[in-house]
């Protein structure tokens, strides 16, 4: 057995803090002595261990004490877990680190893979435990809606670059993700309403594609265009149920109709030159304000 102040030495951990580990019974004494001394067990010890490396992963206390409480709580899987955790931010470090280093150096480094998505995925994880019916219900299970998590976290490097071009920031990115994951069951019912009209959606945007590559001579700044591209942005706001695409999407969509895969599919479907010539009356409306 230790007393508290041989464990404040051992582990860093101010006796003060560990006072308020025992109040919020997030570790308790293994042994309280009649003289009211509190003494610590190695199994104690090995629980504030366990605590200390959530919280090297910046979970709240709150949550830690849910994590070690839950029935069938398994500490090697959770070491495992935590060591994977552990080593993705130590890469994330070693990044920013040396980001830093060639900044320090005067370098111009407008890079933002180091950035990760920590915040968004923190919200995923707390989407996953107060609308667990609802993550069962579109995810068919949690495993699998934590399948979904651990490939965001996986894919950061290729997710990262998309979303600050399509958002601005990884902050905004952020900030319309979280509010779709608040906004979820209202969301998924707009969807399955939409889904109902699928073929007539798909019907509508299919007869403007063909009306605006009818003719492939025509200006593509002219009223004409303008207005079919028009009409297939107000179809896009009515089918999108009031989703945030950020400020970014539509250049995108652009560069999509210049890569090989885009254009050959436009072509192919409304002739040849067609992707090019809605590429540029795209581009134009989006950006007639800069001309």
């Known amino acids: 057995m230790r007393t508290i102040s041989q464990i404040a030495k051992l582990t860093g951990v101010s006796i003060r803090t560990l006072q308020y580990y025992d ?7 293994s042994e309280v002595t009649l003289s009211g001394y509190r003494l610590y067990d190695d199994d104690a010890l090995e629980r504030l261990q366990q605590i200390l490396f959530f919280k090297e992963m910046d979970f709240k206390l709150r949550e830690i004490k849910e994590f070690v409480e839950e029935p069938g709580f ?48 923190g919200a995923l994880e707390q989407f996953k435990k107060e609308k667990t ?20 976290k996986d894919d950061q490097e290729t997710l990262l670059p998309i979303a600050v071009k399509q958002f601005g920031s990884v902050e905004k990115y952020t900030e319309a993700m979280k509010y779709n ?22 019907k ?27 009409e297939m942005m107000d179809l896009t706001e009515e089918t999108s149920i009031g989703i945030d695409m950020g400020t970014g999407y539509w250049d995108m ?5 210049a890569g ?8 192919e479907k409304y002739g040849a030159g067609a992707s090019e010539f809605i590429a540029k009356a ?7 304000q800069e001309l």
Not at 94 to 113: A, T, V
Not at 205 to 217: F, G, P, V
Not at 282 to 288: A, G, N, S
């Open 133 to 152: 019916e609802e993550v069962i219900k579109y995810w068919g299970s949690v495993d699998k809606f934590n399948e979904f998590i651990q490939k965001v």
């Open 282 to 288: 795209l581009h134009y409306y989006i950006h007639k």
């Open 260 to 267: 090989e895969t885009g254009r050959k599919v436009m072509d």
């Open 181 to 202: 994951l608040e906004h979820f069951q209202e969301l998924m019912e707009q969807i399955e309403e939409i889904g109902e009209q699928k073929d007539d959606i798909l």
């Open 74 to 121: 398994d500490k090697i899987q959770a070491y495992k877990k935590q060591k994977k955790l552990l080593c993705l931010k130590r890469s994330r470090l070693d990044k920013l680190i040396g980001l830093l280093e060639k900044l320090e150096k005067g370098e111009q480094c407008m890079s933002f893979k180091e950035f990760d998505l920590s915040e968004y995925i």
């Open 23 to 29: 109040e919020i019974g997030l570790l308790k004494p």
């Open 204 to 230: 509508k945007n299919d007869d403007l594609y063909l009306r605006l590559t009818s003719d492939l001579t025509r200006d593509t700044t002219s009223k004409e265009i303008q207005d079919i591209i028009q």
């Open 253 to 257: 969509v652009i560069e999509s109709y």
